[in-house]
Nanobody
Framework: QVQLVESGGGLVQAGGSLRLSCAAS????????MGWYRQVPGKQRELVGV???????TYSDSVKGRFTISRDNAKNTVSVQMNSLKPEDTGVYYC???????????????WGRGTQVTVSS
């Protein structure tokens, strides 16, 4: 069973910084892509950024230049450094792992339980 566990959310003032981390555990042979999504009440979950195993990174336009995603393929972890935070960055941030290959075979998608980020004005 694969689990994703996030850490690092919290409350910060506008202009501040937070770092979120996520660790995937289980009998994992490889993960094609890891990234972060966020969701606010009443809206669909949206991409923050994703990094594939080869290192290519895609960011949402709303976070480009402020957020930086990094990944440790050996440890199956992904982090996002969030700088210059804005109130509109408030939401629940979810870790995502796609193309996860385990000892049971297949290629699946997993989500973390989410961590709250609140940016006050």
């Amino acid at each position: 069973q694969v689990q994703l566990v996030e850490s690092g959310g919290g409350l910060v003032q506008a202009g501040g910084s937070l770092r979120l981390s996520c660790a995937a555990s289980g009998n994992i042979f490889g993960i094609a892509a890891m990234g972060w999504y966020r969701q606010v009440p009443g809206k669909q979950r949206e991409l923050v950024g994703v990094i594939i195993s080869g290192g290519r990174i895609t960011y949402s336009d709303s976070v480009k230049g402020r957020f930086t995603i990094s990944r440790d393929n050996a440890k199956n972890t992904v982090s996002v450094q969030m700088n210059s935070l804005k109130p509109e960055d408030t939401g629940v941030y979810y870790c995502n792992a796609a193309g996860v290959v385990t000892s049971e075979g297949g290629s699946l998608v997993y989500w973390g339980r989410g961590t709250q980020v609140t940016v006050s004005s």
